[in-house]
């Protein structure tokens, strides 16, 4: 029986420059997919696994991201007054009890194992969970809850793993594989980025995690790796280094990267689709846009 997973590290401290101007003065977290800000996926997944604290390591201008967890008593007391209980009761999804969230600051920018680093002191000594709050994941048992129930079973640390084309492994952290059992791979090491030639093969490391508290003590003696920053991808394959179990989960879902315009726009459309409310408007519509880019052709 492993400890329960019940703390998980959201790194929202990145600058999000490819959204911008939009992310000029709001965080990219709370830009929508439909009609929920991305970060409430991540919280909802997080949920889903059983996490009971959230900490978020947070940078300057991140201030929407703590009101929008908030209580906003003059609009539920508007909503109130107009008998609006559906829609307070979905802002009760929004609203996280006292003690349950706390903020962190990543004063330099000086990559993610350095943000997960941030969060050592509320971490302490237990198993945890990070979420990429950028990779969002469409799957009927969430990602992360997958993860931890197979972590129930085979302990020692575990990546969400995703094959990827060839061309696209210089992208993301990068497994070397083992011995693979159903879906779960046995993780011989990792490397971030790799060159062209050099990925050792095209298992990517989707972000979700699952680490114990040795990352820490991996990260404070790290040196800077790709793109000149502390990656918990070094940290992680130290930890194959000294003989400590990794594995990777070949999750059950869809991932889409919504840190990229493209992968933004497919998982609005896609969340938009699975809508009841939106579906037959928004289809008719696209097959619409369809048939006369087709009659131009
Ligand atoms: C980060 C991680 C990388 C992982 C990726 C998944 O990279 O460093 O190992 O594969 O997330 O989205 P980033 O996309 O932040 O450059």
Request: charged letters at 20%; glycine letters at 8%; a negative charge.
């Amino acid at each position: 029986m492993q400890t329960k997973v019940t703390k998980a590290i959201f790194p929202v401290a990145g600058l999000g420059t490819r959204f911008l101007p939009a992310t000029k003065s709001i965080p990219k977290e709370i830009m929508t997919l439909v009609d929920r800000p991305l970060i409430q996926y991540a919280i909802d997944e997080a949920r889903e696994a059983g996490i009971t604290e959230f900490i978020f390591v947070t940078s300057r201008g991140k201030g929407a991201l703590e009101d929008y967890f908030d209580h906003a008593p003059q609009l539920e007391a508007e909503l109130l007054k107009k008998g609006k209980t559906e829609l307070l009761e979905l802002l009760k999804n929004t609203n996280m009890e006292s003690g349950t969230i706390a903020y962190i600051r990543q004063h330099k920018a000086l990559g993610l194992g350095h943000a997960v680093w941030c969060a050592r002191r509320l971490i302490g000594n237990e198993p945890f969970a990070v979420i990429l709050p950028d990779d969002v994941i469409s799957a009927e048992k969430s990602c992360l809850k997958q993860m931890v129930d197979a972590y129930q079973d085979v302990g020692g640390s575990m990546v969400a793993a995703m094959e990827v084309p060839q061309d696209k492994t210089c992208c993301y952290g990068i497994l070397n594989i083992g011995q693979q059992d159903d879906n779960l791979l046995a993780v011989n090491g990792m490397v971030e980025k790799p060159a062209p030639g050099y990925e050792p093969s095209n298992f990517a490391v989707i972000g979700r995690y699952i680490l114990t508290p040795n990352i820490f003590m991996h990260i404070e003696n790290q040196k800077f790796g790709s793109g000149g920053e502390i990656q918990l991808t070094d940290a992680i394959a130290n930890e194959v280094t000294l003989g400590n179990a990794v594995n990777g989960l070949r999750f059950e879902g869809q991932r889409f990267d919504c840190g990229t315009k493209a992968g933004f726009l497919q998982a609005t459309i896609s969340f938009a689709l699975a809508r009841h409310d939106l579906r037959d408007e928004l289809t008719a519509y696209l097959n619409e846009l369809v048939s006369v880019a087709k009659a131009a052709q």
